[in-house]
C-alpha cells in the first residue's frame, strides 16, 4: 500500500530537518570568552550551554572560558569574616520573585536562608529576633518601629508583635504604605514578563527594546520621587520611609531613576533570602556546573578583534583567541583597550563603602542613655552631616558585644568610628563600585558593543542592579549570541527539548 501525499511530505520534512541539524552539529565549536566571574558571566555560561546541548538545531556551546581578575569568584557578590564568622559584603539578598535565582539554588542544592531565620542584614530589614528599625535624622530618631519582645513577654504578646509593627507603621504613615505596596507589585509584573516562554518574548539587541517590551522603560526617564507622587504616596513617607531604603539599597536619594528606585523598593518586600555560607555560591555553582574553563587571578587587559575572531591578551601575559567575547563586569572602572575602539555612554559608578564593626555602639552619639535603646536597624535621612546611611546588627554576641555592618557614602575614619561607637574590638572596611549612579532618563550602552560578537552584559545595569537583573540580561545575551550565530540576519528560533524547556521557563513555579 503506497505512502500518502501528507505521509511523503512529513516524511521528506523530517529527513530536512535531520540534514539541517547534522550540519549545525558538525560545524567547528564555537569558543566564548567572558570576562568576569559574577553572576552575570557566571549565568550567560549557564544559559549558553543549556540552551544549545539540549537544543536540536543548534551546535553544542561548551568550549567557554571565564576569566576573573580576583582570587575568587562572585564578583560583587562576596563574603566577609570578622569575628569568626561570615558575612555578606556586596549582593546580600534575593527576591523571592527573583526566578532565574531560585531555580540556580535548587539545581545547585545550595541551602538557603530568609530574613526569619538569618542574622540582620541591613537590606533585609529583619533580624533573628525582630523587626526593630529607627529613623535617625542625625540628632534624635524621628519614627521607631516596636522594640523586640523580652523573653519574659508573655506568648500572646510575641505573637501579636508582627501585627503591632504593621499598625505602627500604618499610623504613622498611613494608606500611602498600600499604595506604595501597589506600585511595586505593578513593577514586578512587568518584570516577570522576562521569565515568558519563547514564543512569546522576544531577542532582544538593545536595553531600550528589552525595557519597552515589558512596559518599563518610561521609568527610566522619570525620577522616583516624581513617579511616587504621580502614585499618591505622601511627602512624609517619600521623605522617611522611601529614602531610607533608597540609602541603603542604592545609596541614593529619591532622586533616584524610577526603575531602580522601584527595584530597591522591592529589596524591602517580605521572604527575601540568601544562600547560607554566601551568595557568591551561585556563580561557583554555576561556573562548575557548566564545567567552563575558570581563569582566577587573570584579567584581560586588551580585547582586539583579528577579522572573524578576538584576540584577549591577559595580565599574565598569555593570549587567548575566541569566537564570541562577553564583557561580564562594568566598563566604567575597568582599564582596558578595546580595538577598533567602541562608543559606550559615561557612566559614574556609586561607590558604597562598607564598614564591619565587632564592639558596641556609643548610645550618647544617638542621644540615647543606653545602647539597649538603640534599634536594631538604624536607617538615616537625606541630610548633609549624617555621615552614614545605616547601622545594622548583624550578629549579637551578648549585651556588650556585636558585629555591625554600616554603608556610607565616603570612607568612614577611625576618629568618627570611634565616636559611634563605645568599643571597638574589630574593623573591616571594603569600597565597592557597586553599582551605577542613577539620573533620570538613564542612558544605555549597546548589548553588541561592535555590530559583531563582542556583548555587554552590564548594559542593563543602568536600568537597575541585582542578582537577578543581571542574570536576565545574560539570559537574553545568551539567546542573542545563539540566534545571531545561528542566522546572522535574523534572530532564528530556539528549539529545545521539552525536558530543557520546562527547567527554563520555570513552569514549575
Same mark, same amino acid.
Given at each position: ?94 527576591? #523571592? ?46 519614627? *521607631? ?131 547560607? +555560607?554566601?551568595?557568591? *555560591?551561585?556563580?561557583? +555553582? ?37 569566537? $564570541? ?24 559608578? *556609586? ?22 535603646? =538603640?534599634?536594631?536597624? $538604624? ?50 572596611? =571594603?569600597?565597592? #563600585?557597586?553599582? #551605577? ?19 555587554? =552584559? ?44 520546562? +527547567? ?6
Amino acid at each position: 500500500m503506497g505512502l500518502s501525499r501528507t505521509a511523503l511530505l512529513l516524511l521528506a520534512v523530517a529527513a530536512l530537518s535531520l540534514l539541517s541539524a547534522d550540519a549545525a552539529l558538525s560545524a567547528p565549536a564555537t569558543k566564548v570568552c567572558v570576562l568576569g566571574s559574577g553572576i552575570g558571566g557566571s549565568s550567560v555560561a549557564h544559559f549558553l550551554k543549556q540552551y544549545t546541548c539540549e537544543s536540536v538545531t543548534t551546535p553544542c556551546i561548551d568550549d567557554i572560558r571565564i576569566f576573573e581578575r580576583r582570587e575568587k569568584v562572585g564578583g560583587r557578590m562576596a563574603t566577609v569574616t570578622i569575628g569568626g564568622d561570615t558575612f555578606e559584603a556586596g549582593a546580600s539578598i534575593i527576591h #523571592p520573585k527573583n526566578l532565574h535565582a531560585v531555580r540556580f539554588a535548587r539545581l545547585l542544592n545550595l541551602n538557603t536562608k530568609t530574613g526569619d531565620d538569618s542574622d540582620s542584614d541591613p537590606k533585609s530589614n529583619v533580624s533573628s529576633s525582630s523587626s526593630w528599625f529607627g529613623i535617625w535624622d542625625g540628632s534624635v530618631f524621628v519614627f *521607631q518601629t516596636l522594640p523586640p519582645p523580652s523573653p519574659s513577654s508573655s506568648a500572646i504578646y510575641r505573637k501579636m508583635y508582627p501585627l503591632l509593627n504593621s499598625l505602627v507603621l500604618a499610623w504613622r504613615y498611613g494608606f500611602s504604605l498600600l499604595r506604595m505596596d501597589r506600585f511595586v507589585k505593578e513593577m514586578i509584573e512587568r518584570f516577570i514578563l522576562y521569565y515568558n516562554d519563547f514564543e512569546s518574548r522576544p531577542v532582544f539587541e538593545t536595553v531600550e527594546e528589552m525595557l519597552k517590551w515589558s512596559g518599563l522603560y518610561g521609568l527610566t526617564h522619570r525620577t522616583l520621587q516624581e513617579e511616587l507622587a504621580d502614585a499618591g504616596l505622601s511627602s512624609r513617607l517619600v521623605s522617611e520611609l522611601v529614602t531610607v531604603i533608597t540609602r541603603i539599597n542604592y545609596g541614593q536619594s529619591v532622586s533616584i531613576s524610577g526603575l531602580a528606585g522601584a527595584v530597591s523598593l522591592a529589596g524591602s518586600d517580605s521572604g527575601l533570602w540568601s544562600v547560607e +555560607g554566601g551568595n557568591w *555560591q551561585l556563580a561557583a +555553582g554555576l561556573i562548575s556546573h557548566t564545567n567552563a574553563t575558570l581563569h582566577l587571578h587573570e584579567g584581560i587587559d586588551s580585547i582586539s578583534y583579528a577579522g572573524g575572531y578576538y584576540v584577549l591578551n591577559s595580565t599574565k601575559g598569555n593570549s587567548y583567541a575566541c569566537d $564570541v567575547t562577553v564583557i561580564a563586569t562594568p566598563l566604567d572602572e575597568l582599564n582596558m583597550t578595546i580595538s577598533p575602539p567602541i562608543s559606550v555612554p559615561g557612566r559614574s559608578l *556609586q561607590h558604597t563603602f562598607t564598614t564591619f564593626v565587632r564592639g558596641l555602639l556609643n548610645p550618647k552619639y544617638f542621644g540615647l542613655n543606653s545602647a539597649s535603646e =538603640i534599634p536594631d536597624l $538604624v536607617g538615616t535621612l537625606e541630610l548633609p552631616d549624617i555621615p552614614f546611611s545605616c547601622i545594622s546588627v548583624l550578629k549579637k554576641y551578648s549585651e556588650e558585644d556585636m558585629t555591625y555592618k554600616m554603608f556610607s557614602r565616603a570612607q568612614l575614619a577611625d576618629v568618627l568610628l570611634d565616636q559611634i561607637f563605645s568599643k571597638r574590638k574589630e574593623t573591616v572596611r =571594603i569600597n565597592w #563600585p557597586a553599582y #551605577p549612579h542613577y539620573e533620570a532618563p538613564e542612558v544605555f550602552a549597546p548589548i553588541v558593543l561592535d555590530g559583531l560578537h563582542l556583548y555587554y =552584559i552590564n548594559s542593563f545595569e543602568s536600568a537597575a542592579s541585582t542578582i537577578e537583573t543581571s542574570a536576565v540580561a545574560a539570559e537574553n545575551v545568551a539567546r542573542l549570541i545563539i540566534s545571531r550565530i545561528s542566522s546572522p540576519s535574523a534572530n532564528a528560533p530556539l528549539i529545545i527539548s521539552p525536558h530543557s524547556a520546562e +527547567g527554563i521557563l520555570h513552569t514549575d513555579l
